[in-house]
């Protein structure tokens, strides 16, 4: 496992909409690289409608068919239905009036973990916290959110510091560097 903080994404990421396209990608991204993923985000926002939830909501049987002609982005059946069922689970949270950056924040208590890995071998794939959050979002209706998913969003959007201890990021990350 590779712990890779996107230069593009916030050092904490507390806005929905970019929250929501994280969790999407990562979604996109299992079983893959995320190297692979990065490659291909200009073309998933161009093909998600700049990952509007409202747009991918909409997205109908027919649209699904076409995305899988594209190769901008993983020509993955499942995963781009999961997209339409994210977004559609998306704004029914939003529609109960939760927010969705308040939802997956309340895993972490508010706060970043910071943890303190010495070596690759430390960093785990899932944690108790990424195994709530992904019964909380399957249980809302999100898909393709396992607990590795769940963790790796975690990490990228940086509700969890995994850089390892010499990293330089790590200090960066915890307000320190």
Known sequence: MVVYHDSEWGVVERDSQRLFEALLLESAQAGLSWRTILNKRDGYRQAFGQFSAEHIAALRPVDVDRLLTNPAIVRHRGK??????????????????????????????????????????????????????????????FKFVGPTTCYAFMQSAGLVNDHLVECFRHQQLRGTG
């Open 80 to 141: 781009i239905e999961a997209f339409v069922a994210n977004a559609r689970a998306y704004l029914q949270l939003l529609d109960q009036g939760q927010s969705f950056d308040d939802f997956v924040w309340q895993f972490v208590g508010g706060e970043p973990i910071q943890n303190n890995w010495r070596g690759m071998s430390d960093v785990p794939g899932h944690t108790n916290a990424a195994a709530a959050m992904s019964k909380a979002l399957k249980q809302a209706g």
